[in-house]
């Protein structure tokens, strides 16, 4: 009866296997089945049997104990999407996680739950690394954010919270684009905040999106600062002290304007030393044109569709925003005995929601005011 199976049930039953010799045997041999298929023409694979591939990986993650053992798996699960020749099936394979995902996610235990976020970031990574290998096709780019929109963000998604904010969590740390790039991948999570009536998840895209690129902020501005001293430094021979706060913050804003169509690699000879004072390192430098996020936000929460409360808040967005574009940041210090209302929680917290996405009732987080100060 087993000789009748479809491969994809006989793959699923050996991934979930006890023992793990066997379960290495079929991923071994599972990389070669999608090799080999998917360079026929005839030979695509479906949503269904992609699905049936996937709970046996699934399952396979939950059967393996170890740490070191558990992220060389999900190396192994996710670098599978490269085995794929067509594009059709290298979408329809992240499709199936995300599907699989939505699917069993509340029944992860708090144990198992480490090991699926790091297969969760490395899916993630590794769907960059495949448009980064089409050179971030238009196309390609925009298939995979209204993917991101119909599977995580619109209420008919039926995507457990826990999720939605662990993809939030790791989605920034993941970029490492040009400036116009950047907007482009954020603008789904622009779109939600804009339209949805979940104020949890409204906060949740504040916390992990927004206040990620002004968290950044006055790393980024360092960057240019050291840019337009250079510049100066090698046209005339003298440095940028020798200009008024107004000249200078002004070659700043036609320094970031110029930056925003570099690549990567130009982008983060400087920002891949920078770290925080503190113990923790913020790693790249995400590149933004906070006038470009600015005017985005302004867009979607003028328009008439977009509830009263959302377009307060992300008009507070928008004005710290566009005082950023005149190099004037927050600090990275807050003094602790202000406190402010539940709509300025978007702004200043130096907390990200927890990545198990505990739920966070409205005005239940305490979130400092931003203070400002201009660049000397």
């Not at 996610?105 to 590794?126: A, E, H, S, Y």
């Not at 905040?193 to 409204?202: N, P, W």
């Not at 501005?221 to 008024?244: T, W």
Request: include cysteine; hydrophobic fraction near 35%.
């Amino acid at each position: 009866m087993a000789s009748t199976q479809e491969p994809e049930v006989q793959f699923a039953q050996r991934l979930a296997s006890n023992e793990r010799p066997i379960r290495m045997k079929a991923l071994k041999k599972l990389r070669k089945y999608i090799n080999v298929r998917s360079q026929k023409v005839t030979g695509g694979f479906t949503g269904d049997e992609l699905l049936k591939l996937w709970k046996g990986l699934f399952y396979c993650l939950w059967m393996q104990d170890k740490p070191l053992l558990q992220e060389e798996l999900s190396n192994q699960i996710s670098t599978l999407i490269h085995s794929f020749h067509d594009i059709t099936g290298q979408f329809l394979y992240f499709e199936s996680f995300l599907q699989t995902f939505k699917r069993e996610w509340n029944g992860i235990d708090r144990l198992r739950m480490d090991k699926f976020f790091q297969l969760v970031r490395f899916m993630f990574r590794q769907m960059f690394e495949m448009l980064k290998r089409k050179n971030w096709e238009s196309s390609l780019v925009a298939r995979f954010l209204e993917l991101l929109t119909t599977q995580l963000l619109q209420r008919s998604s039926a995507a457990p919270s826990g999720l939605q904010f662990h993809i939030l969590d790791l989605y920034m740390t993941e970029l490492a684009l040009t400036a116009d790039q950047n907007l482009t991948f954020i603008e789904p999570f622009c779109k939600t905040a804009a339209k949805t009536k979940d104020r949890i998840l409204f906060g949740a895209i504040s916390n992990s999106i927004f206040s990620a690129i002004i968290d950044q902020a006055p790393f980024a501005i360092e960057d240019l600062m050291k840019e337009v001293k250079a510049s100066e430094d090698s046209d005339s021979g003298q440095g940028s002290e020798d200009y008024d706060e107004d000249q200078l913050k002004e070659k700043t804003r036609k320094l970031s304007k110029k930056r925003t169509g570099k690549q990567e690699d130009e982008l983060h000879l400087e920002a891949s030393d920078t770290q925080l004072s503190c113990d923790e390192d913020i790693g790249s430098v995400l590149q933004f044109d906070y006038v470009a996020v600015a005017d985005k936000l302004f867009q979607l929460a003028s328009q008439t569709s977009t509830p009263s409360k959302n377009r307060q808040r992300l008009y507070k967005i928008i004005k710290v925003l566009r005082d950023l574009s005149e190099g004037i940041f927050p600090q990275d210090e807050y003094p602790e005995e202000v406190s402010t209302d539940e709509d300025d929680e978007m702004f200043g917290s130096r907390k990200r929601m927890k990545r198990g996405g505990a739920h966070v009732e409205e005005g239940e987080e305490e979130t400092p005011a931003v203070k400002k100060s201009k660049i000397t």
